[in-house]
């Protein structure tokens, strides 16, 4: 069953992924519109739950193997929905092992620091799964097409000279690398949003008094720079796509669409991890023996030694007797048939 359920992620999202070395145009290569032919949104949130119980069922193994950790990288532009994907694909899983950081304007202890060195703080830890909504990517994003944001970060003149956004491409690919050879898994999602529909997700903040809190002027002012950002993006994935955190680009012009999106992305990188629940050697299974045995003497007079396993005992007892009267039934009924059928052939003979 697991098997079958990671080819079929792996069929659907293939679409998704951008292949190591190749040159991307964001624009001709993407569609932000696409969504699969053979789901409808109706089935969404059907689809969408079982996205979401095999990240929870994985999840839990991830942390009880204690050994991989998941770093899950979320671009894109304002009002592609990174709050809302985060909010609805890991809503099923346990939030002790999921944590979210959100990186804003650098700060003056940040700034003194490398580019690199606030993202690496909030690395997660192995049996966690961390999601940096906006990422170490913006460094090669935001701060391109603001060259300005290049000098707020006190980099001698030698190192932000001819060069620079290739250097970086380089540093962050072998980072990220380092990581992977630590077991640390990065997945690498970019929420790709049409300049149209991010037009009408903004006018609906604005229409909408319950969204006003949402809606930022130097988001809306930030569009005119849009072909800048298009260019930034396709240069980024073209460069830091490689074979140990490969880039997905998500179609984001569907919210629901781009939700089950990323949960199969997820769910089949726990699923290749393949995490297990730890064993048990000799003597911790002694230990757990005689733990029982003291735990079922305590049990008070007229009480189950042990109410759980009475509980399965007696579950299993009425699941048989269900099978029974249902192969009961199915015996009567065939039993019916065949005396009607002989009652038939008797008549015939008269």
Known sequence: MADDRAK?????????????????????????GYKAGFLKKKDAAAVLQAGVGVLAEYQDR????????????????????????????????NPQGVRV???????AEELDHDYLWRYARRL???GEIGIFNRSHYEEVLVVRVHP??????????????????????REINDWECFLAGNGFKVV????????????IRFLRRVDDADKNWKFSAADARERKYWDDYQAAFSEMLSNTSTGWAPWYVIPADHKWFARICVSAVLARTLMDIDPRYPTVDKAKKEDLAETRSLLEAEAPQGAAADPAKAELAAQAKEEQAAAETKQAR?????MKKIRAGLAEAERSKR
């Open 101 to 107: 950081n959100s990186f804003k304007v650098p700060s």
């Open 188 to 199: 690498k999602l970019f929420l790709n949003l049409s300049k149209e529909e991010q037009r």
């Open 330 to 334: 199915k015996q009567r009924k065939r």
């Open 62 to 93: 991830l942390a009880a193997q204690d050994s991989w950790g998941v770093l899950v990288c979320l671009q894109a532009l304002d009002a592609a929905g990174k709050d809302g994907t985060i909010r609805h694909v890991m809503s099923g899983v």
């Open 124 to 126: 997660p830890g192995r």
């Open 8 to 32: 079929l992620l792996a069929e659907f999202i293939e679409p998704l992924r951008v292949e190591p070395g190749s040159k991307v145009k964001l624009a001709k290569d993407f569609d932000p």
């Open 148 to 169: 300005e944001l290049l000098d707020r970060q006190k980099l001698p003149a030698a190192c932000k000279g001819k060069g620079v956004w290739e250097r970086r491409y």
